[in-house]
């Protein structure tokens, strides 16, 4: 947990200050990062709410390598088409070789191979793998980096409209993705860049660090994602209608005469913002090129209609700590805290004060809950600013002094909050947590 005292003078948001103070990560090269042990647990508690939702839409996981053959890209035409951000490798037969930016070919290619009949679709396929897109700037820490982690899911439906109903949960399960993570995204109508197609959004978090220029209506900021009940396979028209019928474009999309007409001046929300995640509907422009067909009822050949749906999974990390944290540091929301509570012994090598930390660790264990035990020979102050920085919901402090009234304190991050308890008190308030 190596942390910084002052601020690395390269950083220049807030996310990517405190991502280097709180030793999440260290640069390896440019716009390359090492997750440190902090940093990585934080990174895997975003992997995993995005894999519940994928999988709670339907989609199935799997995995696919981050080194993919040229010729696929060949095929599709996109091998000359993407241009610099490519990296492009040779292997030692001469064999043309890329560190996969993103996965339409491949997965296709591995789609044509074993699917065959319209009665496999449809499909929805995604993994969670390291991308590279050779930036021409990376910049802001894990916000732009050259290598990063994103979840890409892939759909393959028989006809147009039943793409859409696939690009639909995708745009549900984005929803309650952002939520979960305490973050509130809107989808904004989106260019496509080189993935292509004509649908898309992107899912934006307000902010003014943010990189994206955006303009929607204020109203769509108050709107909260559908609950644990949603049903996937019901109609989600209803949903879509709610979420996209007011104005909402980035940059690329806008068109400043529809927003002033569509939506009056006091709600008229003109802002900057990160992107998350990004979803795309393209038909059949990979299908077609490459001949991905799957046999239709009567025997006849259907080109199959595919979407594709990203998550900057690395991205979030920087975008929840660009959302929540305050001049000490952090303020990680508890669904993706490195762990739930810090407990702070004051007076390390003091028998008493161990002997309560040490029961007070083994009992939070027991309870499943994640702590971190500062057991160190800091002093008092140095602690109390270290777990600030790092962002734990909840602080354990215990010390000779309250002990001698049979107490310890438990403090709450986001408000400051400090109240005195019995040990067991608050052991059962955090179970509760
Ligand atoms: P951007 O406009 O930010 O360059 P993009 O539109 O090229 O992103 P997509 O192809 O839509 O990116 O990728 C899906 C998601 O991956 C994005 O929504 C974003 O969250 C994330 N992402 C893209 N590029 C980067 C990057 N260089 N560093 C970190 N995350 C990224
Ligand atoms: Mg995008």
Redesign the pocket.
């Known amino acids: 947990m190596p942390i910084l005292r002052d601020d690395p003078k390269e950083a220049e948001i807030v996310s990517h200050r405190l991502m280097l103070r709180a030793g999440l990560i260290r640069q390896s090269s440019a ?1 390359i990062y090492s997750w440190l042990p902090m940093g990585f647990r934080v990174l895997q508690k975003i992997e995993q709410i995005v894999r519940e939702e994928q999988d709670r839409a339907g989609a199935i996981e799997m995995l696919m390598p981050t080194i993919q053959s040229a010729d696929l890209w060949r095929e599709s035409g996109r091998y000359d088409d993407y241009g610099e951000e490519m990296l492009r490798i040779s292997d030692r037969h001469e064999r043309d070789m890329l560190y996969g930016p ?1 996965n339409e070919e491949l997965i296709t290619e591995i789609f044509r191979n074993e699917v065959h009949s319209y009665r496999d679709l449809p499909r929805n396929l995604y993994h969670i793998q390291w ?1 590279f ?1 050779d ?1 021409i700037r ?1 910049r802001f820490g ?5 290598e ?1 982690l ?1 979840k ?1 899911a892939y759909s393959f439906d028989l006809t147009a409209e039943d793409a859409k109903r696939s690009y639909n949960k995708m745009f549900v399960a984005y929803l309650r993705t952002f939520e979960r993570m305490g973050l509130k995204s809107i989808p904004m109508a989106a260019d496509t ?1 080189p ?1 292509g197609g004509d649908l898309s959004h ?2 934006i978090i307000l902010a003014e660090t943010g ?2 220029e955006v303009f929607c209506h204020a109203d769509l900021v108050e709107l909260t994602a559908p609950g644990d009940d949603v049903d996937f396979e019901s109609d989600l028209t209803a949903i879509m209608e709610q979420w996209t019928s007011k104005y909402a474009a980035t940059d690329e999309k806008h068109d400043a005469a529809r927003f002033e007409k569509e939506v009056a001046a006091e709600k008229r929300l003109s802002a900057r913002g990160i ?4 979803i795309f509907f393209f038909g059949t422009k990979y299908t077609e090129p490459m001949k991905c067909q799957v046999q239709g009822k009567e025997g006849e050949l259907i080109t199959v209609q595919c979407g594709s749906y ?3 999974v ?3 990390v920087a975008a929840i700590i660009e959302a929540s944290h305050d001049d000490a540091g952090i303020i990680w929301p508890a669904s993706v805290a490195p762990y739930l509570v810090g407990l702070i012994n004051l007076k390390t090598g003091d028998a008493e004060t161990d002997a309560a930390c040490e029961e007070l660790y083994g009992k939070l264990k027991q309870a499943g809950i994640e702590v971190l035990y500062d057991d160190t020979d800091e002093r008092a102050g140095a602690k109390f600013a270290a777990m600030d920085l790092i962002g734990l919901p909840w602080q354990l402090i215990v010390g000779p002094k309250g002990l001698k009234q049979g107490e310890i304190e438990l403090k709450d991050r986001r408000s400051g909050d400090r109240e005195s308890l019995k040990p067991d008190a608050a052991l059962q308030r955090l179970i509760g947590a």
């Open positions: 716009g993103t991308k897109r930036e990376p894990v916000m732009r980096g050259r990063f994103m890409d860049g993935i992107e899912f990189e994206s992107e998350v995640g990004h990203g998550i900057g690395s991205r979030l």
